[in-house]
C-alpha cells in the first residue's frame, strides 16, 4: 500500500531553505491524495510566509476546508527553516505539529530533542495550537527528522525503541555527515527486522566540518549544507 510519509528541502527566495516532513493518516489512495495536499500547500504557504508555526496553520486551514463535512483527514509534521549564519553555522528555526521531535546530533556525539512538545495534530482540532524553537547546527553537527515508524518500532525483546531508545541509539554510534548517518540507521532498521510494522520517512541534515569540494577551509567561507 501507498504509506503517507512526505518530506521536501527547497530554498526560499531571500537565500534561506525550508524543509518539513510529516506523515498524513491513513495508507492507500486517500492518503497519496492528502500527502500530495500536504506537501503543495507547504510549499505554497512558505513562499508567502516561511515563518514555520504559520505554515503549519495555513496548512491546517487548507485541510480543514479541502475535507469538511467528510471523514477528518490530519496529519503530523516538523517544518523548519535554515538560515546561512557568517561563522559557518546555521540557525534553525522549527515549529511542530504532533509530530515526534527532531534530533541533533552535535560534533561531540551528544543527541539533543529539539522539542516542539505541545504542537497539535494538523487538519484535526478547532483551534490546534503550533509550537515553534530555535537552534543552531554548528560545523559538524546534524539534524534529523523521521517519522514514527522509526520510533515505534520494537526490538527483539518486544519493547518498542521509543524516542529516548533513538536518541541513545544515536549517542552510542556516533558518526559524521549524512551518508554515514543514514547507513547507520540503515543498519539499525535491518537489526529491528520485523520489529518495523510502518513505513518511515527520514531527513537528515549535516554541515560539513570542512566545506564540500574545499581543499582548504579559508578558501571559501560560504556556509555548506548536506541534506539526504
Known amino acids: 500500500e501507498v504509506g503517507g510519509d512526505f518530506y521536501d528541502l527547497f530554498p526560499l527566495d531571500d537565500g534561506r531553505w525550508a524543509f518539513f516532513l510529516g506523515d498524513v493518516c491513513g495508507k492507500g489512495a486517500d492518503a497519496a491524495a492528502l500527502t500530495s495536499l500536504t506537501r503543495y500547500t507547504l510549499r505554497a504557504a512558505a513562499i508567502y510566509d516561511p515563518d514555520p508555526c504559520t505554515a503549519l496553520a495555513n496548512l491546517d486551514t487548507v485541510l480543514k476546508g479541502e475535507y469538511q463535512g467528510s471523514t477528518p ?91 529516548d531508545g533513538l536518541a541513545r541509539h544515536l549517542s552510542e554510534h556516533p558518526v559524521q555527515g549524512t551518508d554515514a548517518l543514514l547507513a547507520m540507521l540503515h543498519t539499525l532498521f535491518t537489526d529491528l ?28 567561507d560560504r556556509p555548506v549544507l548536506e541534506n539526504r
Open 73 to 163: 483527514r490530519f496529519c503530523t509534521a516538523v517544518f523548519g527553516v535554515l538560515d546561512a549564519l557568517a561563522d559557518g553555522s546555521f540557525a534553525v528555526t522549527l515549529a511542530g505539529g504532533g509530530h515526534p521531535p527532531a534530533l541533533a546530533l552535535r560534533a561531540d556525539g551528544t543527541v539533543e530533542a529539539i522539542s516542539t512538545t505541545g504542537g497539535q495534530l494538523i487538519g484535526l482540532l478547532p483551534d490546534p495550537h503550533f509550537v515553534g524553537t530555535t537552534t543552531r547546527l554548528a560545523p559538524g553537527d546534524a539534524l534529523l527528522l523521521y517519522t514514527d515508524g522509526l520510533s515505534e518500532a520494537r526490538t527483539s525483546g518486544g519493547a518498542m525503541l521509543g524516542e
Open 193 to 220: 527486522g520485523t520489529g518495523v510494522s510502518d513505513d518511515t520517512a527520514l531527513l537528515a541534515l549535516s554541515v560539513p566540518l570542512v566545506p564540500l569540494g574545499t581543499d582548504n577551509p579559508g578558501t571559501d
